[in-house]
């Protein structure tokens, strides 16, 4: 991630998600893999979706505010969000 590619994601019991998009542009993200090497560009951000649909498929159409998606195949637990936050280090000196 650069200072140009960097996303803010947000978690409460209630919305998961960034609320803004990254220098109002696409982001331009690329592999550190050396397998797998395609970058990926697209829209990161500008909104939130209510926690148990977090992770599921996109919304198809956007035109009337109302969506519905896909579930996703495994809800977002608290342990992922312990994991994804800073206090993922923690978890482990815990044990």
């Known amino acids: 991630a650069t200072k140009d590619n960097v996303v803010s994601?947000?978690?409460?019991?209630?919305?998961i998600g960034s609320p803004f998009y990254p220098n109002n542009e696409p982001v331009q993200y690329e592999s550190q893999?050396?397998?797998?090497?395609p970058s990926r560009n697209g829209l990161v951000g500008g909104g939130f979706v209510e926690s148990f649909a977090f992770g599921g498929g996109a919304p198809e159409d956007l035109s009337?505010?109302?969506v519905t998606t896909a579930a996703p195949m495994e809800p977002f637990?608290?342990?992922?969000a312990v994991g994804v936050?800073?206090?993922g280090v923690s978890s482990a000196s815990t044990q």
Do not use: E, I, T, V
């Open 9 to 15: 994601l947000q978690m409460s019991p209630d919305l």
């Open 33 to 37: 893999s050396r397998r797998w090497n």
């Open 64 to 66: 009337n505010g109302w």
């Open 77 to 80: 637990s608290l342990s992922k």
């Open 85 to 87: 936050s800073s206090a």
